[in-house]
């Protein structure tokens, strides 16, 4: 073995390397460099006092490497002279404070070989740095031993991983083994579907993905472990447990709380979809009433259910076995509940359908009449009504339709079924050169009224209303003539509107009629809410009307001296 020593210019690389290899001073003071011969068929170049190496691979990104001391191993030039034609190897060992990039990667290591041939390598007591875009701050994939298996493959084995920089962080998450996967994904537009185009290029838009995967996990929260699961697996950038959040709370109702909130692609390591925002498992438990379990999922997409266009939605879910009572205020304290497991479902959607149509979905079911009062009561009292139905729209310019068929699920609810209603809308079409302006609406419905199988709250029932079957028809129309006698407008119009409906109906109507003259009148006003007929329309008629309007013509310029 023959050994040379420099301490100010570079080795004399094998001319193959030359292009591929590039060294440099880790500071200012240039670093010192022995050579050794092994054998006629390998030479070894050892570095002390601090190197840079860029490795450049031929449609690659660049490796830069920094790093205390390194030695490098490849072929000697009277070797390489026999061998023309063939590339030589390079395999770097390094050591003392390494610092590895690549593109968007970052790693740090005390000790590392790299064999930049096979592109593995081996590494240890390194760190792995990923940026989390919740976060806003890089996640810290530590291991005792690191191992690059492949191009874009890594594996660690006793790993640590944590948004903290410290060697002893609040809370980690540690696994025995981990895997992280990086790959290149086409972006899509997320309102389309369609893949996203370099404007420069025209080739499909790339972004680079790391998904890992865990074995053997353990939460550690201040050194303690509080949490642990077999096999976890997703994106690196949303590293974490499956646990989002823990929530506690007291109360007389329902005694201590404790509720949990789980990720649930990250708890059963499935790849979240794109148009999915969010999906959340919750299981909890109420001293004074029961163990809790529910779901809540959201999404928003292109072609969701199948069907062309964008749509979004939500899906509800949740349910207790109860052993409590329900108490309700206003003398409804302690309340025995219908039946132990209570629960509800929602599920609402909305699509924007070509030919600007619009599609509402809807379906609700509620356990008993005061599970949503009594577990819900924010959404009870200003929420949206729990129906179940299919609405569909199509408006262009000033005119629009709809179709409507609605269903009652809760037998406790009352309600109006439309099986199905039809609207007709014209608004403000103008007739003979806009002398005139026209106005209409018109709907034929096939209705079901059905009333609360019980009274609850503040509703009252009328057990005579018997549920009816019958059709409507209602037609509005109007028509103004807009006047201006200098700065006073003047609309006259006629409004013209008749209403007919079968006799089925009509029966309904008069029950209903006949009750105002011995309830109160905001008795009378619920009750036609619950059938969903106006008092106005209790016989066929027509009206005419007019109105005046007085103001100042804004075109006109204001005289303050009158």
């Known amino acids: 073995m023959t050994a040379g020593f420099q301490t100010t210019a570079p080795p004399m690389l094998p001319q193959e390397l030359q292009g591929r290899l590039t060294l440099n001073p880790r500071g200012f003071r240039p670093f010192h460099v022995e050579t050794i011969n092994i054998s006629p068929t390998e030479q070894a170049f050892v570095f002390t006092g601090g190197i840079n190496a860029v490795i450049q691979e031929p449609g690659g990104e660049p490796i830069d490497i920094l790093a205390d001391r390194m030695v490098l191993w490849t072929r000697p030039l009277s070797n390489l002279a026999e061998q023309q034609g063939e590339r030589p190897p390079l395999q770097l060992y390094l050591e003392g404070n390494v610092i590895?990039?690549?593109?968007?990667?970052?790693?740090?290591?005390?000790?590392?070989?790299?064999?930049?041939?096979?592109?593995?390598?081996?590494a240890t007591n390194a760190t792995l740095y990923a940026?989390?875009?919740?976060?806003?701050?890089?996640?810290?994939?530590?291991?005792?031993?690191?191992?690059?298996?492949?191009?874009?493959?890594?594996?660690?084995?006793?790993?640590?991983?944590?948004?903290?920089?410290?060697?002893?962080?609040?809370?980690?998450?540690?696994?025995?083994?981990?895997?992280?996967?990086?790959?290149?994904?086409?972006?899509?537009?997320?309102?389309?579907?369609?893949?996203?185009?370099?404007?420069?290029?025209g080739q499909p838009s790339l972004s680079k993905r790391r998904w890992i995967t865990s074995e053997r996990n353990v939460l550690r929260f201040l050194g303690f472990p509080v949490f642990y699961w077999p096999y976890l697996q997703g994106p690196l950038d949303e590293a974490g447990t499956p646990l989002r959040s823990v929530r506690f709370r007291q109360s007389r109702s329902f005694g201590t709380e404790v509720h949990t909130y789980w990720n649930v692609f990250r708890l059963f390591g499935r790849q979240q979809p794109e148009w999915i925002d969010h999906w959340d498992l919750q299981a909890g438990y109420m001293s004074r009433r029961g163990p809790v379990l529910g779901t809540d999922l959201e999404y928003a997409g292109p072609r969701t259910l199948w069907l062309p266009g964008n749509g979004s939605g939500l899906l509800n879910a949740w349910w207790i076995q109860d052993h409590g009572k329900d108490r309700l205020g206003r003398g409804r304290n302690n309340m025995p509940i219908e039946q132990d497991l209570r629960g509800r479902m929602l599920f609402r959607h909305r699509h924007n359908l070509p030919f600007d149509l619009t599609m509402h979905l809807e379906g609700s079911w509620i356990s008993d009449i005061n599970f949503l009062e009594q577990y819900f009561e924010q959404e009870w009292e200003e929420g949206k009504d729990q129906e179940t139905l299919l609405y569909l729209k199509q408006q262009r310019d000033n005119w629009s339709w709809s179709l409507l068929a609605r269903r009652r699920v809760l037998d406790f609810v009352p309600s109006t079924d439309y099986l199905p209603r039809l609207d007709w809308f014209l608004t403000g079409e103008p007739l003979l050169g806009n002398r005139l302006t026209y106005y209409m609406h018109t709907n034929a419905a096939y209705m079901n009224f059905l009333v609360a199988d019980r009274s609850f709250g503040d509703i009252t029932v009328f057990p005579d209303a018997p549920a009816t079957v019958g059709s409507r028809f209602d037609t509005l129309h109007e028509l103004d003539m807009p006047l201006a006698i200098g700065s006073v407008r003047v609309v006259p119009y006629a409004v013209g509107r008749y209403t007919a409906w079968s006799e089925t109906l009509a029966a309904v109507v008069n029950i209903l009629a006949g009750a105002s003259r011995g309830i109160p009148d905001y008795v009378v006003e619920k009750a036609e809410r619950v059938a969903d007929v106006h008092r106005k329309s209790i016989a066929a008629f027509y009206k005419a009307g007019g109105r005046i309007a007085m103001g100042t013509d804004a075109g006109t310029p204001f005289n303050m001296h009158g």
Do not use: C
């Open 131 to 201: 940026y989390h875009e919740k976060l806003r701050g890089p996640v810290f994939v530590r291991a005792r031993r690191l191992r690059q298996v492949a191009e874009n493959i890594f594996v660690g084995q006793w790993a640590q991983i944590t948004p903290s920089r410290f060697p002893l962080p609040t809370y980690a998450l540690e696994a025995d083994r981990v895997v992280v996967e990086e790959e290149m994904i086409p972006l899509t537009n997320m309102l389309t579907g369609q893949p996203i185009t370099d404007p420069e290029t």
């Open 100 to 122: 590895f990039r690549q593109g968007d990667r970052t790693a740090e290591m005390e000790q590392l070989f790299y064999d930049a041939d096979r592109h593995a390598g081996v």
